[in-house]
C-alpha cells in the first residue's frame, strides 16, 4: 500500500522568491515519485519524477525535487517564482513495485503567486 | 510531446441516462489506458486500468458495472458511466502510457460530467 501526503492545500509566495512544496510518501516498495502540475481549465502536466536514479531531480520550467528515504520526503522548489507559476500542483507515488501502474495522487497544493 | 484527448470536454445529463466519455492518444499507441475521478478541491483517484484487448481492472469500490471500461483499440478508450445520478457528477481524466516498460502517463484534458 502507499499514500502521498502534501503539507499543505495553498501556498502563497511573492514573485522572484522560493517556492517550496512539500510532500511526504509511503509505500511498500521502492517507490517511483512524481509531481505533476494542473493549470486551471487544462490538463495534468508532468513536471518530474524520481525512479531510483540520482536523488536530487531536476524537471522542466526550473523546477527540482529531492528524494530523501530517511525523511519519506519528495520537496518541490523553485529559486525564483514566476507569474506563471500559479497552478495546483501533485505529488503522487506509484502505484506498484514496478512504478509501472495507476498512480496515487496526493491531494493537491495551490500555489498562488502574489505580484 | 504524446498528446491525449477526451470528448466531450463538458457534458450535463439527466439523472438515469448513460453517458459516454472518450479518451484517445493522438500521436501513440497506448497499450494501457488509466481512468481517474476528481472531485471538487480533492485528489484524483483512480478508478480503473484498461489493457488494450483485455477487461478492465477496477480499484476497490469502483462499481464495473456501473463504470463500463472498453479499450477496442491502441489508441481509443471509452467510459461509460450508467444509469448517472447527480453523486456521479464528477471530474474524469484518462491517461495513457506506451508500454509496461515505462511509469510515465500522458493525461488528457479531462471531462466535467454534471447530473441532474
Known amino acids: 500500500a502507499q499514500s502521498v501526503t502534501q503539507l499543505d492545500s495553498h501556498v502563497s509566495v511573492s514573485e522572484g522568491t522560493p517556492v517550496l512544496l512539500r510532500c511526504n510518501y509511503s509505500?511498500?516498495?521502492?517507490?517511483?515519485l512524481f509531481w505533476y502540475v494542473q493549470h486551471p481549465n487544462k490538463g495534468l502536466q508532468l513536471l518530474l519524477k524520481?525512479?531510483?536514479?540520482?536523488?536530487l531531480v531536476k524537471g522542466i520550467n526550473g523546477f527540482e525535487a529531492e528524494f530523501k528515504k530517511s525523511e519519506t520526503s519528495f520537496h518541490l522548489t523553485k529559486p525564483s517564482a514566476h507569474m506563471s507559476d500559479a497552478a495546483e500542483y501533485f505529488c503522487v507515488v506509484s502505484a506498484d513495485e514496478g512504478g509501472a501502474d495507476g498512480l496515487t495522487f496526493g491531494k493537491g497544493t495551490h500555489l498562488i503567486i502574489q505580484p | 510531446g504524446a498528446v491525449v484527448s477526451q470528448h466531450p470536454s463538458r457534458v450535463i445529463c439527466k439523472s438515469g441516462t448513460s453517458v459516454k466519455i472518450e479518451c484517445r492518444s493522438l500521436d501513440f499507441q497506448a497499450t494501457t489506458m488509466f481512468w481517474y475521478r476528481q472531485f471538487p478541491k480533492q485528489s484524483l483517484m483512480l478508478m480503473a486500468t484498461s489493457n488494450e484487448g483485455s477487461k478492465a481492472t477496477y480499484e476497490q469500490g469502483v462499481e464495473k458495472d456501473k463504470f463500463l471500461i472498453n479499450h477496442a483499440s491502441l489508441t481509443l478508450s471509452t467510459l461509460t458511466v450508467t444509469s448517472a445520478h447527480p453523486e456521479d457528477s464528477s471530474f474524469y481524466i484518462c491517461?495513457?502510457?506506451?508500454?509496461?516498460?515505462?511509469?510515465?502517463?500522458?493525461f488528457g484534458p479531462g471531462t466535467r460530467l454534471t447530473v441532474l
Open positions: 524520481y525512479t531510483s536514479a540520482a536523488t
Open positions: 491517461s495513457a502510457r506506451v508500454s509496461r516498460n515505462t511509469d510515465t502517463q500522458y
Open positions: 509505500s511498500s516498495y521502492s517507490p517511483s
